[in-house]
């Protein structure tokens, strides 16, 4: 394929966009590796200081663990979380379509995963901008695999971004906090947690192509069970073009690559995928995405009666709602938001 280049005269907005997007892609994709690697440079090269410095961030990461998983309190600090370039680049968009009361926490169930999650990131974690106009009161947070919070560095970007542990008991230190406006932890005005749950995970990642909407949900009841037991409404949220913005290399279910996918993610929990995307100069290879819009709809509460010990009937009950509420969401918004929509269907395994 002949290499389609970007024209010389962009405007400055839209580079100042790209290279937005160019550094949090290239962060994400890096960023674990990075991160050891730096500590391993640090601790091997570094002398008497520098050693010590990194004895004591250690310390402090593992008391922070024990003391709330490596949660940032609150909302965190709002530089961080108003990154609106990379927001405008694809664009990426929030629709409301009901009330969250600040009166409860929620899970947001998100789908589907896509390669990155972008539009859950962006909207709940990297510019929450939107988010506190349309849901005031309600903190919201985004969870991530357990492991990178006992990561050096990473982990404490990923706090700065909104992120917290998926970890069960980090979401039920989460959904539990009290609601009370009088309470300590809501001295910063907001009373409500609002986790995003990619429920699909890496599962999901690796049936992300352009124009493929494949949700992996019918066997993964977790998140009902922690609603449950926490009090915590779920409410379903889609997001629109999430599957658009990358390819990746084919990877039907019985291929090599498949196999060796799978493998991967079942010791590490990390689908190793092959994304192809855009370049910063051209518009055919890369892996940066494709500027495309991404519509996250944020769907109606689904309220739960509250227990210790869930019983199957009713998680499955409440999970069936959940189904039922992802694909009626799909139905309603589809020609709204996605190109070509007659041709394309929701597929949940």
Same mark, same amino acid.
């Given at each position: 394929?002949?290499?389609?280049? %970007?024209?010389?005269?962009?405007? =400055?907005?839209?580079?100042?966009?790209?290279?937005?997007?160019?550094? @949090?892609?290239?962060?994400?994709?890096?960023?674990?590796?990075?991160?050891?690697?730096?500590?391993?440079?640090? =601790?091997?090269?570094?002398?008497?200081?520098?050693?010590?410095? =990194?004895?004591?961030?250690?310390?402090?990461?593992?008391?922070?663990?024990?003391?709330?998983?490596?949660?940032?309190?609150?909302?965190?600090?709002?530089?961080? /979380?108003? +990154?609106? &370039?990379?927001?405008?680049? @694809?664009?990426?968009?929030?629709?409301?379509?009901?009330?969250?009361? %600040?009166?409860?926490?929620?899970?947001?169930?998100?789908?589907?995963?896509?390669?990155?999650?972008?539009?859950?990131?962006?909207?709940?974690?990297?510019?929450?901008?939107?988010?506190?106009?349309?849901?005031?009161?309600?903190?919201?947070?985004?969870?991530?695999?357990?492991?990178?919070?006992?990561?050096?560095?990473?982990?404490?970007?990923? /706090?700065?971004?909104?992120?917290?542990?998926?970890?069960?008991?980090?979401?039920?230190?989460?959904?539990?906090?009290?609601?009370?406006?009088?309470? &300590?932890?809501?001295?910063?005005?907001?009373? #409500?947690?609002?986790? %995003?749950?990619?429920?699909?995970?890496?599962?999901? %990642?690796?049936? #992300?192509?352009?124009?493929?909407?494949?949700?992996? =949900?019918?066997?993964?009841?977790?998140?009902? /069970?922690?609603?449950?037991?926490?009090? #915590?409404?779920?409410?379903?949220?889609?997001?629109?073009?999430?599957?658009?913005?990358?390819?990746?290399?084919?990877?039907?279910?019985?291929?090599?690559? /498949?196999?060796?996918?799978?493998? +991967?993610?079942?010791?590490?929990?990390?689908?190793?995928?092959?994304?192809?995307?855009?370049?910063?100069?051209?518009y055919n290879y890369g892996i940066l995405p494709y500027r495309r819009r991404i519509v996250q709809v944020v769907g109606s509460p689904i309220d739960v009666v509250k227990s210790d010990s869930p019983h199957a009937e009713y998680v499955d009950e409440i999970h069936g709602q959940v189904m039922a509420a992802l694909e009626k969401m799909f139905e309603q918004h589809k020609e709204e938001y996605i190109p070509n929509s007659k041709q394309i269907k929701l597929v949940i395994h």
């Open positions: 394929m002949k290499i389609e280049w %970007a024209p010389l005269r962009v405007p =400055l907005a839209r580079r100042l966009q790209t290279l937005a997007a160019a550094f @949090f892609t290239y962060t994400f994709f890096t960023l674990p590796i990075s991160s050891c690697l730096t500590v391993a440079v640090l =601790l091997y090269y570094g002398g008497l200081i520098t050693r010590s410095l =990194l004895v004591i961030y250690f310390v402090k990461m593992y008391l922070d663990y024990k003391k709330n998983y490596g949660t940032m309190e609150g909302n965190g600090w709002l530089f961080y /979380r108003s +990154v609106r &370039k990379y927001r405008n680049y @694809f664009p990426v968009e929030l629709v409301k379509t009901a009330e969250l009361p %600040a009166n409860k926490n929620y899970i947001v169930a998100s789908f589907p995963h896509g390669i990155l999650g972008t539009g859950t990131c962006v909207n709940m974690g990297m510019d929450i901008t939107n988010w506190l106009e349309l849901f005031p009161h309600v903190r919201p947070k985004i969870g991530t695999l357990d492991h990178h919070f006992k990561t050096p560095l990473l982990r404490d970007i990923v /706090r700065w971004w909104g992120m917290v542990s998926v970890s069960k008991e980090s979401l039920a230190y989460l959904l539990t906090k009290s609601n009370d406006p009088a309470h &300590k932890d809501n001295r910063d005005g907001f009373t #409500s947690n609002a986790v %995003a749950v990619l429920v699909g995970g890496a599962q999901e %990642a690796m049936d #992300s192509h352009p124009g493929q909407y494949i949700l992996t =949900l019918k066997n993964r009841k977790g998140f009902v /069970r922690m609603a449950i037991r926490t009090g #915590s409404s779920i409410v379903p949220s889609f997001s629109f073009g999430e599957v658009d913005i990358f390819d990746q290399v084919a990877n039907p279910p019985d291929s090599l690559l /498949r196999r060796f996918q799978n493998v +991967v993610k079942k010791f590490t929990g990390i689908s190793p995928l092959l994304p192809k995307g855009r370049g910063i100069f051209n």
